[in-house]
């Protein structure tokens, strides 16, 4: 088994990092823009991403377990740096090359969700007090007519006979 497909994989998903990122950067100008109906279509989009993430994160879990499995390995982890220890310097290099790449886009991507998900918390406490605006308030809750006297029954509080 070589690290080709590992090498493979970790580039699919680089390159389906990327996209998600502009993804994102679009969702930024649609949340500016209120277009809604535009980011209903855009989230339609990122979940189609999102699976398509998942699934090459599975094949490259299962390309590294196959290598370390071919290598005598079987126990380990299936991570990036217990494939770089049964190496080559290339091929090394190459791994911690696209690690680093995607460990980057990863951070890009998670610094403009933070950002999209403020315009969203933004966005929903204006709506909270525009509708408080136009909501209707009574201005005498203790006082006035709309306070209920109590019924009077032959049964008071204060027995007098007593």
């Given at each position: ?86 190496t ?12 680093a ?62």
């Amino acid at each position: 088994m070589s690290v080709s497909s590992i090498i493979e994989s970790l580039e699919k998903l680089i390159k389906l990092h990327k996209s998600f990122n502009h993804l994102a950067i679009r969702k930024t100008a649609l949340l500016k823009a209120n277009d809604t109906e535009a980011i209903t279509a855009l989230l339609i989009q990122e979940q189609k991403h999102m699976k398509a993430i998942s699934q090459t994160d599975k094949d490259r879990e299962v390309a590294v377990a196959d290598f370390l499995r071919a290598n005598g390995k079987a126990g380990q982890p299936a991570s990036i740096h217990g494939v770089t220890e049964l190496t080559g310097t290339v091929e090394t290099e190459k791994l911690n090359q696209l690690k680093a790449e995607l460990m980057e886009e990863v951070a890009n991507l998670k610094e403009r969700n933070t950002l999209n998900q403020q315009l969203i918390y933004q966005s929903l406490q204006f709506i909270n007090v525009s509708l408080d605006m136009f909501r209707p308030r009574n201005q005498n809750l203790n006082y006035g007519n709309s306070v209920k006297k109590p019924a009077k029954s032959g049964i008071t509080m204060f027995d007098s006979k007593a």
